[in-house]
């Protein structure tokens, strides 16, 4: 049996015996991703319109995105003060689980967050959105929605890597850190008098689903979880669950 199909069976079996797991997801993704997509939609419409959100809507996007990838579950909020995680692994490693398919199942979960959360915040935004809308068409903002997801990839992998390899106070501090560097790279961003957002919709109508940008950010993306991946399994093999 391949890792995959055991992932598929741990995940439909966790499903199947918890019903509540999967409304308490799907429930949370609507709540948060619904918030922070009518939130972005409303600034995304005044940066298109005259330009004043510039700054707030790359600073959005930029600490948004890495957070598709996240699964909303007990285990997820409760990971800074039960260290669940880590509890997690440990009670894996009694199983007659292979390292590799607890990765794997772990990747399934941030596939389908970033489906499920991508299709709330992104679909929010061009339903609210007028001026998204008549800038891009429904095939040039599914290129827009892509090249940003692509993005989210690029940094899920590195976050899963340091989920399943360190405490749950580490893990919150890494997180953290990272969410001040996107502020600062959309800061940057903004003093050199760019912008993130206007950048991608520009590329996005002008090459819609041919975007070679598009196309780059789901291919290193991929690359990126695949990397972190095998270094992930390498480093747990010695990881002390204790």
């Not at 880590?86 to 941030?110: E, G």
């Not at 827009?144 to 989920?163: D, N, Q, R, S």
């Not at 580490?170 to 903004?190: C, E, P, S």
Request: hydrophobic share 50%; charged share 15%; net charge positive.
């Amino acid at each position: 049996m391949t890792n995959l199909k055991q992932a598929l069976i741990i995940v439909r079996s966790d499903f199947n015996g918890d019903r509540l797991k999967l409304l308490w997801m799907l429930l949370w993704a609507l709540l948060f991703m619904g918030y922070m997509g009518g939130l972005s939609s409303m600034i995304i419409q005044d940066t298109l319109d005259n330009g004043d959100g510039k700054i707030l809507a790359d600073i959005m996007f930029m600490t948004v995105i890495p957070m598709l990838g996240f699964t909303f579950s007990k285990r997820t909020m409760k990971y800074l003060t039960e260290d669940s995680y880590t509890r997690m692994l440990a009670y894996m490693r009694t199983l007659p689980i292979p390292t590799a398919v607890i990765l794997c199942k772990r990747k399934l979960h941030a596939v389908s967050s970033i489906g499920l959360n991508g299709l709330v915040f992104f679909g929010l935004i061009y339903a609210i959105s007028s001026n998204m809308r008549q800038e891009l068409p429904f095939i040039n903002y599914l290129a827009f929605t892509l090249t940003w997801i692509g993005l989210g990839l690029i940094v899920a992998g590195l976050y899963i890597f340091i989920e399943l390899l360190a405490s749950g106070k580490a893990y919150f501090i890494y997180v953290m850190l990272f969410t001040f560097i996107y502020i600062g790279a959309a800061v940057l961003t903004w003093l050199a008098g760019g912008n993130l957002i206007l950048y991608t919709v520009s590329y996005s109508k002008e090459w819609g689903l041919l975007s070679p940008l598009m196309w780059g950010t789901l291919v290193l993306g991929t690359l990126s979880v695949q990397l972190f991946s095998a270094w992930t399994i390498h480093r747990l093999k010695s990881r002390d669950l204790v």
